[in-house]
């Protein structure tokens, strides 16, 4: 029975150095590559980076200063335009840039007025439209018009804000 139990200890024996020397074998042909990458992503980014009334004294198509219209928010993303002593036929218009300061080309998705005061006054948006697009470091243009109705409140001021919704340029859902 020695005899029998030497020889299966020689044949695993064996066994076991061959499988040593094909896996020491194999762990030579083994390679392994490794890839560092980097991403930098852009920036969506855009303000007011100019606005004015065009009523800067005698009201436009009229001969006396009664009414006024005042605008901030120049480099912010919000512009509040007020209208003072306004009367029924008052008009005026604010004109505004729009700079992308991102590194990355928006569209226009919503142009929206929060705060609107209708029926009392109307408020057109003009010289830019939903899908224009603004590529990095430009600007666009546009304007405001703000006409006050025969209905408005004797009395009364109106304050209201003009936002534009940019999205980044391969984003931008058509309406």
């Given at each position: 029975?020695?005899?029998r139990?030497?020889?299966?200890?020689?044949?695993?024996?064996?066994?076991?150095?061959?499988?040593?020397i094909?896996?020491?074998?194999?762990?030579?042909?083994?390679?392994?590559?490794y890839?560092?990458?980097?991403?930098?992503?852009?920036?969506?980014n855009?303000?007011?980076?100019?606005?004015s009334c065009?009523?800067?004294?005698?009201?436009?198509g009229?001969d006396?200063?009664?009414?006024?219209?005042?605008v901030?928010?120049?480099?912010?993303?919000?512009?509040?335009?007020?209208?003072?002593?306004?009367?029924?036929?008052?008009?005026?218009?604010v004109?505004?840039?729009?700079?992308?300061?991102?590194?990355?080309?928006?569209?226009?998705?919503?142009?929206?007025i929060t705060?609107?005061?209708?029926?009392n006054?109307?408020?057109?948006?003009?010289?830019l439209?939903?899908?224009?697009?603004?590529?990095?470091?430009?600007?666009?243009?546009?304007?405001?018009?703000?006409?006050?109705?025969?209905?408005a409140?004797?009395?009364?001021?109106?304050?209201?804000?003009?936002?534009?919704?940019?999205?980044?340029?391969?984003?931008?859902?058509?309406?």
């Amino acid at each position: 029975m020695k005899g029998r139990l030497g020889k299966f200890g020689l044949i695993f024996l064996a066994l076991a150095l061959c499988l040593s020397i094909s896996g020491a074998a194999f762990a030579m042909w083994d390679k392994t590559l490794y890839i560092d990458g980097t991403v930098k992503t852009g920036e969506v980014n855009a303000d007011f980076d100019s606005a004015s009334c065009n009523d800067t004294g005698i009201d436009p198509g009229y001969d006396k200063d009664v009414g006024n219209c005042t605008v901030t928010g120049v480099n912010t993303q919000t512009l509040t335009i007020t209208v003072n002593n306004g009367y029924p036929c008052y008009s005026c218009a604010v004109n505004f840039n729009i700079t992308n300061t991102g590194t990355i080309p928006v569209k226009i998705q919503n142009l929206t007025i929060t705060n609107n005061p209708s029926p009392n006054v109307t408020v057109t948006w003009t010289g830019l439209a939903v899908g224009d697009q603004i590529d990095a470091g430009d600007e666009l243009a546009g304007d405001i018009d703000i006409h006050v109705e025969q209905c408005a409140a004797e009395n009364s001021t109106y304050t209201f804000n003009a936002t534009i919704y940019l999205v980044q340029w391969n984003e931008y859902a058509t309406p």
